[in-house]
Structure formats: C-alpha cells, structure tokens
C-alpha cells in the first residue's frame, strides 16, 4: 500500500512544462504542445490550472511521449520524486557531472540549496548568452 499521496495533477502537469525545457533553453508553452500531441489547446490549460482533475488515460500517456517520462511520473508524490524520475533517462555522466553530484551530496542542506541557486543564475545566463545579450552580475548575498 502506497504510503504517500501523489502531488496533484495540476502542479505534476505544470512541474513538466516548468522543468523540461525546449532544446533553445525556454519552457515550453501550452500551444506548442497542442500541437506536437493529441490533446487539444483547451484541455491541457485545464489540466494546467486545475480545472481538469481526471483525464483519461491517453491524456496522461500523450503527455508523458512529449516529455518523455514513464506513466509512473503522475504518482510522485514529492518535487524530489519528479526530479529523480524526469533525470532517470537524463543523466549525463560525463567526468564534471560526476563530480558536481559526488560533491553536492556532502554538503549541508543549506549548502545544496545555494548551489541549485547558482546552478539556476547559470542557466539564465547561458539563455542569455544564447540570445545575444549580456550576462547579468551574479547575485551575492549581502553579508553586512
């Protein structure tokens, strides 16, 4: 018997659009799925704002091929579980990855949480850089 309850569907279907990104680094909209899937405009905004609490099963499976992730994704029941199940067929294992995971794991709670704040300024900055702009300053903490 599952112990905990899954996040809800809402907040899984929109963990999806926030966290898996377009190959030029942006999320990806609502339509722009529309359009690569069977599900209409309509139905994955209400999916989206929680006005659709019970799809069908091909609903779920349409979302799960254009985000590649497992029909098992719709029962985490943590942001945690989403990202361990979304990195499954992600992880890159390259040498620095490595590194970078070995390390972070012996850090303190607080610590881990500081380098996933850097890790996203990087990736805003790589956005930028790939569109031409300048790179804002890297946000120091203010320690007076």
């Given amino acids: 018997m599952r112990s905990?309850?899954?996040?809800?569907?809402k907040q899984l279907v929109n963990f999806l659009f926030d966290n898996i990104k377009h190959p030029d680094g942006r999320p990806y909209t609502s339509q722009e799925v529309a359009e690569q899937v069977r599900i209409s405009h309509a139905t994955i905004n209400q999916?989206?704002?929680?006005?659709?609490?019970?799809?069908?099963?091909?609903?779920?499976q349409e979302l799960c091929i254009f985000f590649n992730v497992p029909l098992g994704?719709?029962?985490?029941?943590?942001y945690d579980e989403c990202f361990a199940v979304i990195a499954q067929d992600r992880m890159d294992y390259s040498p620095n990855v490595v590194q970078i995971a070995f390390r972070?794991?012996?850090?303190?709670?607080?610590?881990?949480?500081?380098?996933l704040n850097i890790i996203s300024w990087v990736e805003a900055a790589e956005r930028e850089r790939k569109a031409g702009r300048d790179v804002p300053d890297f946000p120091l903490e203010d320690k007076s």
């Fill in 73 to 78: 994704f719709f029962d985490c029941a943590s």
């Fill in 104 to 115: 972070a794991g012996e850090l303190s709670p607080a610590s881990q949480q500081d380098l």
């Fill in 4 to 9: 905990k309850k899954p996040l809800p569907l």
């Fill in 47 to 60: 999916l989206r704002t929680g006005r659709n609490k019970n799809p069908t099963l091909p609903t779920l």
